[in-house]
T-cell receptor, first 112, second 116 residues
Framework: DQQVKQNSPSLSVQEGRISILNCDYT??????FLWYKKYPAEGPTFLIS?????DKNEDGRFTVFLNKSAKHLSLHIVPSQPGDSAVYFC???????????FGKGTRLSVIA | GAGVSQSPSNKVTEKGKDVELRCDPI?????LYWYRQRLGQGLEFLIY????????KSGLPSDRFSAERTGESVSTLTIQRTQQEDSAVYLC??????????????FGEGSWLTVV
């Protein structure tokens, strides 16, 4: 049973436009959410996070939105750049020293 | 070191052989995690070490998989009698305080295992 779901395996966006990556979760105990970015042949790198006490967190071109009632979060990248092309993983954790649970990832392609 | 270091970066092994994968976490990080990613799949949690606490082994897929950690340093993931379905990239990560709110985990580049 997947607790963190990224239902879109891939997404293509034109350079300069907004990229929106979506993530749904089922475990109501999750209280901390992260996005990781992964280039081929490299390990995932941390991008941005949000705790359940907030509904938005912004860092430069990256904004994460959290809708707790819908158990949904999204990552917005604007403007999208070709260097943003990568696989993006959504992750979540619950209180109490539990490990991060990851989704299957969404491959973003930003076309120049 | 500056980041999480894993070795070997690539390993091809014959079915039935044992393999050991090594992880050097970021210096001072008390928490260490092993994940794996099989082709077309997400990151699958395997095992988690936090300080002197008993490790969380809930993600290990079978008793052929085991991991050890020496204090708060190096960890070794061992896969016995490898099978083709074990082919994956094995990712190690570390963090400074475990999975507390606001804590981030940092990944190594992974060990790519191919079982032929």
């Amino acid at each position: 049973d997947q607790q963190v779901k990224q239902n879109s395996p891939s997404l293509s966006v034109q350079e300069g436009r907004i990229s929106i990556l979506n993530c749904d979760y089922t475990n109501s105990m999750f209280d901390y959410f992260l996005w990781y970015k992964k280039y081929p042949a490299e390990g995932p790198t941390f991008l941005i996070s949000i705790s359940s006490i907030k509904d938005k967190n912004e860092d430069g071109r990256f904004t994460v939105f959290l809708n707790k009632s819908a158990k949904h979060l999204s990552l917005h990248i604007v403007p999208s750049q070709p260097g943003d092309s990568a696989v993006y993983f959504c992750a979540a954790s619950a209180k109490g020293n539990t490990p991060l649970v990851f989704g299957k990832g969404t491959r973003l392609s930003v076309i120049a | 070191g500056a980041g999480v270091s894993q070795s070997p970066s690539n390993k091809v092994t014959e079915k039935g052989k044992d393999v050991e994968l090594r992880c050097d976490p970021i210096s001072g990080h008390t928490a260490l995690y092993w994940y794996r990613q099989r082709l077309g799949q997400g990151l699958e949690f395997l095992i988690y070490f936090q300080g002197n606490s008993a490790p969380d082994k809930s993600g290990l897929p079978s008793d052929r998989f085991s991991a050890e950690r020496t204090g708060e340093s190096v960890s070794t993931l061992t896969i016995q009698r490898t099978q083709q379905e074990d082919s994956a990239v094995y990712l190690c990560a570390s963090s400074s305080h475990g999975t507390q709110l606001g804590n981030t985990i940092y990944f190594g580049e992974g060990s790519w295992l191919t079982v032929v």
